[in-house]
């Protein structure tokens, strides 16, 4: 897949690539974004409207998105109104479900709403229910209990 | 498994569990402190050392996860020395393995490193490569282009 991130714009001192993700998303509200893009938002306005956010916060969040290739930023015009920009997921930012879905899995089981899950995952074909784990080379799920993280012995590898 | 969490703590006004979640998480010292703990620090100068993070905003952090379960704060003393806490991560904490790997894979391939992954993910036992995604009731992989999200109808559901 074509990367439309931009690497070089987070310090090489940064070798753990938890930490790399979060020099992008190391806040609420970029999640919170995220999320509304998920469903469907793509302007500032809708942006502002459903989240409540400050104009300048969110400027500055869309800002980050776009310059790391999470969103691309795209001009639109309506009749008689002046140009506008709208922010799509690009491809790397569709990637994200994954991550949006294992802290909506965490917090549906560990801090449920007292009316249940406000949203559910699903497989689009047949209706049954998905969830986030991990997966080995086969194709099958692993259970937590049996993946061990290991450093790749990569300069600059381990804890801290 | 029994909850060791405290759902209460979060506003019944947040439906969904994304950002109930990041009412525990929504901040990039929480996340390096917990990848610690997955390393194995318990101790409050290992967290400070390692991650060379301010001790008040350690403390603060670390109050949260223990507040909230995800940490758990025990005693312990050593020959001389007085009385001070461990943190450990509980069941519930545990399970954030995931969503620290998902944020990981992300950056792995969208914001590597020059020098490549500082961590591995393998299944203990094979060491084969494991990965996060989504899988179906069968324990298989399900692509992500195959999964939906569906607002479950349950009270203030929906993409607010």
């Known amino acids: 897949m ?3 991130t931009d690497a070089a ?3 090489d001192s940064v070798t753990c690539s938890i930490e790399r993700t979060l020099c992008v998303l190391g806040e609420r509200w970029t999640f919170l974004i995220l999320r509304q893009a998920f469903f469907g938002a793509t302007r500032f306005a809708e942006f502002r409207d459903q989240l409540g956010v400050a104009p300048d916060v969110l400027s500055d969040r869309l800002g980050t998105l776009v310059e790391f290739g999470v969103l691309a930023r795209e001009p639109y015009q309506e009749p008689g109104a002046r140009s506008r920009f709208a922010y799509r997921l690009t491809p790397a930012g569709r990637e994200l479900h994954v991550v949006l879905a294992a802290l909506q899995q965490w917090g549906d089981e560990y801090l449920p709403h007292p009316d249940g ?3 559910l995952r699903r497989v689009r074909d047949t209706g049954q229910p998905a969830h986030v784990g991990f997966v080995g080379e086969d194709g099958h799920e692993v259970a937590l209990t049996d993946v061990t993280a290991i450093p790749s ?3 600059g590898a381990g804890p801290s």
Do not use: D
């Open 117 to 119: 899950p406000s949203m």
């Open 2 to 4: 074509a990367k439309n």
């Open 153 to 155: 012995g990569a300069a």
């Open 9 to 11: 714009r987070v310090p």
